[in-house]
């Protein structure tokens, strides 16, 4: 499962391509999201697939979006918005609003060099045209839900993350379901994608 999630996005590029075509979406515009990795405040992505009982979801966001900051918290102040957005994170029945289904998170799984990951202690020297002097911290969330009646997820709801995280300004969602494949950006105002 961890694997169809790693090649979810090159498998959805094209369609994401297409949707953006669709829409009239050149995106020659300063903030252009030909690539899925780049990293821009107030931008989310979030890979989904569900398979029988099983559904995976891997969240990643810039740090800003989630925390507020993106270095390393040295202050009390810095040091609680930390844990509290860690604290949120490590509940995502109610971020990803799975009230049918009978859905039980088996995994969670949070990454960033502010949580203290001894497997981030790299530098992130990216090319960003941001004046922050390297320090683009990110943050990563993988979790597995068991959903023993998986047939009744009929949608992801997003609002409460948004509502949790309001820097978040959008999510760029790519899902494989019972259904196919689907690309879509997610707001505050249209939170809700269908499986």
Same mark, same amino acid.
């Given at each position: 499962?961890?694997?169809?999630?790693?090649?979810?996005?090159?498998?959805?590029?094209?369609?994401?391509?297409?949707?953006?075509?669709?829409?009239? /979406? @050149? =995106? %020659? &515009?300063? #903030?252009? $999201? +030909?690539?899925?990795?780049?990293? !821009? *405040?107030?931008?989310?992505?979030?890979?989904?697939?569900l398979d029988?009982?099983?559904?995976?979801?891997?969240?990643?966001?810039?740090?800003?979006?989630?925390?507020?900051?993106?270095?390393?918290?040295?202050?009390?102040?810095?040091?609680?918005?930390?844990?509290?957005?860690?604290?949120?994170?490590?509940q995502?029945?109610?971020?990803?609003?799975?009230?049918?289904?009978?859905?039980?998170?088996?995994?969670?799984?949070?990454?960033?060099?502010?949580?203290?990951?001894?497997? /981030? @202690? =790299? %530098? &992130?020297? #990216?090319? $960003? +045209?941001?004046?922050?002097?390297? !320090? *683009?911290?990110?943050?990563?969330?993988?979790?597995?839900?068991?959903?023993?009646?998986?047939?009744?997820?009929?949608?992801?709801?997003?609002?409460?993350?948004?509502?949790?995280?309001?820097?978040?300004?959008?999510?760029?969602?790519?899902?494989?379901?019972?259904?196919?494949?689907?690309?879509?950006?997610?707001?505050?105002?249209?939170?809700?994608?269908?499986?």
């Amino acid at each position: 499962m961890r694997h169809l999630l790693l090649v979810l996005p090159f498998a959805l590029l094209p369609l994401a391509a297409a949707q953006a075509h669709e829409n009239g /979406h @050149d =995106h %020659d &515009h300063e #903030h252009s $999201h +030909d690539s899925l990795g780049a990293h !821009e *405040h107030g931008v989310a992505s979030l890979n989904a697939a569900l398979d029988g009982n099983l559904l995976e979801l891997q969240l990643e966001s810039p740090a800003m979006n989630l925390v507020g900051v993106e270095h390393a918290a040295k202050s009390d102040a810095d040091k609680a918005k930390v844990a509290a957005a860690k604290r949120e994170l490590e509940q995502p029945i109610s971020l990803f609003a799975l009230n049918s289904g009978d859905c039980k998170a088996t995994q969670v799984e949070l990454e960033s060099p502010l949580f203290g990951d001894a497997d /981030h @202690d =790299h %530098d &992130h020297d #990216h090319d $960003h +045209d941001h004046d922050h002097e390297g !320090e *683009h911290s990110d943050i990563q969330a993988h979790y597995r839900f068991e959903c023993a009646k998986a047939n009744e997820l009929k949608q992801l709801d997003l609002a409460e993350l948004f509502k949790r995280f309001p820097a978040t300004e959008k999510i760029q969602v790519q899902l494989i379901g019972p259904n196919g494949q689907q690309g879509v950006e997610l707001t505050p105002a249209q939170p809700r994608l269908s499986f």
